[in-house]
């Protein structure tokens, strides 16, 4: 079973990676959207310190949210949503296949990226790193969370921005302790509490959005 | 093993689809589901396949409500109208995800392919794929492992005389094996020995 | 024992739609009356008989608007939460029309908590408005409240949009505590040494007792609110049936 479940995600990245602008999209709208804050607010390096953390993380929660309404958009549309409902295996565990494959290839490449950023809004080392830990632990929650509200909207054809106002009061938390943990580590604060709040956040996600996920695709398909 | 569908209706927004559904499905039996464009075939096909809940009625497989028989969606084959093929997937990549996501093994691909007339194209992304390709494709799972009760949806559609007539054969070869079948159509191809259901009329 | 008999009497009187329309007939008018009763004596009292708070003057008479619409706000929430469960499990139409009636009554209670917060800011701060930690929350609660009226005016099929609706209340009501926390937690990060609180940690008696007939007040006028809209929504879904035909002729 554990083979089926590698395989089906190994064809989940193909399929998105072989859609060049779906994983690209997210990368370079947090890119653009990081950039464009220096020049709204100025090039005061003391003052870009101060709202980096604030800046790099809402642009993250951004990019995420742009792209997590369509995580079972295309599968509704040819078809294979029925096989996933019919399948042999169970729901939840195919469900977890997609977010995990989501998360590989839309939000690696946003903490792979994030240490540049972080130099262009002046953080040092120190916070650098923990920006990449911290929003390694975050993002999967933003994804998990997105997945449930994706699959009650899975039967709406024009949605528009609903998921972003459904699920943004979720992202409230991670968004406040990622950032905390960023200004913490620069008052040189010690950090194992941060990381203890957003690996529980973290691991209650895992235990049940992909549960949730499953029945929200249940009640959406029921059109 | 039989099938029983008792007393199905659904509703849309308080206006009703349909109402007061009844028959009974045995071996080597077939139902063809016949009704005006918009009289809710699809729907009711999603109902029988435990996709939808029904507002009124009950279904029952074997004797068992198919609400509580969590096994009763491994026994059957559903084809709705899109083809369950990833645009971006080939057609061999398709038939395996397809097939790991049924739980089964495919052990001769080449021959699958074969007698859907797909060799040539095995390795093209499905998104080049003519309608009746595709359609060709979506057979791939119902013919690669049998399952006792298909429920199709307009399977013919888009289909060549030379895929119609596959179509036949393999429709005919799973009936004889006991098998069950429920299908949509309004072409007249399928042969007219098979139960008819007229939705509006609900007459069997 | 007397758990299951009220069970039972519930299901038998509430739980069809044409009893519950039956037998909350004579509730209204008595839902109205204790509402008058209550608002009536929670304002007289309140605005003219209590006294002024040594700090703050008269300008805190607002908090017998703001408390009891912020605490209904929540409780109506915490009601839908608790419908949305019996829709998702037990599947019970009842409960689904109490949780969609229920969504802008809490909306707006939670708006003018938040409209009556801002002012009594200004009055108190000299700010409209202030990120701390209650106002926030309650900030993010009439986001919920939104984002599930949002979510019912886009989906078209009433089934689904029942229970949809239902799945986002009810992991709204779970992930509330967290969001809650968290917001506390914020704001004692950002603030700096000087804290301030709404309410006085003791209250006297004479502020207290018209506070607490506001509360019963503004939760009265919800089961008013709320009844009527589930019976108008009752009529409008059993429209074909014998007994509403009969109501109309």
New interface residues.
Partial sequence: MFK?LL??LH?EI??TL??AYSWLTPVLFFIIVVCLFPLAIGPDSTLLNKMAPGIIWVAALLAVLISIGNLFK?DA????L????????SLTL?VFCKILSHWITHCLPLILISPILGILLQLNNQQELTLIITLFLGTPVFILLGA??SG??V??RA?GL?LP??????Y??VL??GT?SL?AVAQNQPLSAYYAIMGA?LLLSLAFAPL?TA??LK????? | MKLIAENIGYERNFQNLFANVNFELKKKECIIIRGANGCGKSTLLRIL?????PITGNIFWNDKSIIEDKDY??E?H?L??????????TVE?NI???S?????KILNIDTLLQTLNLLSVRNK?SQYLSAGQLRRLAFAKIMAFPRKLWILDEPTTALDTEGQRLFDDMLQSHLSHDGMAIITSHMNEISDTHKTLILGDNNV | MFFKLGLDWLGKNFLSPKMFYANTTKLLPWLAILFMSFFCYGLIDGLFYAPADYQQGDGFRIIYVHVPSAFTGMAIYAVMAVCAVIT?VWRIKIAAICMSCSASIGAWFTFLALVTGSIWGKSMWGTWWIWDARLTSVL?LL??Y??FI??QS??D?Q??KE??SA??AM??VI?LP??HY??I??NT?HQGPTISQFAAPSIAPTMLYPLLAMIAAFLFFYGWMVLTRMRSQILLREMKTEWVKKIYE
């Fill in positions: 089926s395989i089906i064809y193909l399929t072989r859609q295309q549309h040819d078809g294979s029925d096989s996933m409902l019919l399948s042999q295996h195919l449930i509200g009650l909207i039967g709406i949605h609903l106002i459904l699920i943004m009061p979720f409230i938390p406040i302790f905390s200004i956040l949730f029945f929200a009640i959406g398909v029921d059109q | 396949a435990g996709l939808i809940r969606q491994h059957i559903y709705g109208h899109q083809n369950g093929v990833k645009p971006y997937l990549e395996h995800l397809n790991t996501l049924a739980g089964f992304k | 998702l993010i986001f919920l939104l984002g949002a979510l886009v989906i099929n089934q689904t229970r949809a799945l986002i992991v709204g992930n967290i969001i968290s917001v937690w914020w990060l």
